[in-house]
């Protein structure tokens, strides 16, 4: 007779909001969703955002100046910051997974480690160049 008649079936529990509101990521996976995340802002953001700034940016000093009196407005500097975070994060945890394709740094702390320095250098390049971006000097 097969022994696995007497094994108990696995248990599979259903999580609810509450439970997705106390769970604890670690900063490495933290790190790898933001990174999807910024990716795929960035992508969204190229044709909608990015190229139509840059292709007024460039047509005149006419449209140049449209541009940048629409620049200065405090909501599309906003988008700007967000814009310049997903670069920043996205561009940090890219040498982060290249160093992981190489094998440096795969252990558990060491991941943990990375993981937290990518979510922390690109919050501190974010506020550095949104400070810039606002005019603080």
């Known amino acids: 007779m097969s022994d696995s008649a007497t094994k108990p079936r ?3 529990r259903n999580l609810g909001l509450t439970d997705l509101m106390s769970y604890k990521l670690p900063p490495a996976a933290k790190a790898s969703i933001l990174h999807r995340v910024s990716g795929a802002l960035l992508f ?3 044709p909608l955002i990015l190229v139509p700034l840059f292709a007024q940016s460039v047509r005149s000093p006419e449209t140049f100046a449209t541009m ?3 620049v200065a407005n405090p909501a599309c ?3 700007l910051l967000v814009l ?3 670069y920043f994060h996205h561009f940090c945890a890219g040498i982060r997974y290249l160093t992981l394709d190489l094998h440096i740094g795969n252990a558990r702390e060491p991941s943990q480690r990375s993981g937290a320095l ?3 250098v690109a919050l501190a390049l974010t506020v550095v160049f949104g400070l810039k971006l606002f005019g603080a000097w």
Do not use: N, T, Y
Request: net charge positive.
């Open 10 to 12: 696995p248990q599979f």
């Open 44 to 46: 969204l953001a190229l």
């Open 68 to 70: 940048k009196e629409w």
């Open 77 to 79: 500097k906003v988008i």
């Open 84 to 86: 310049m975070w997903g």
């Open 118 to 120: 990518v979510i922390g």
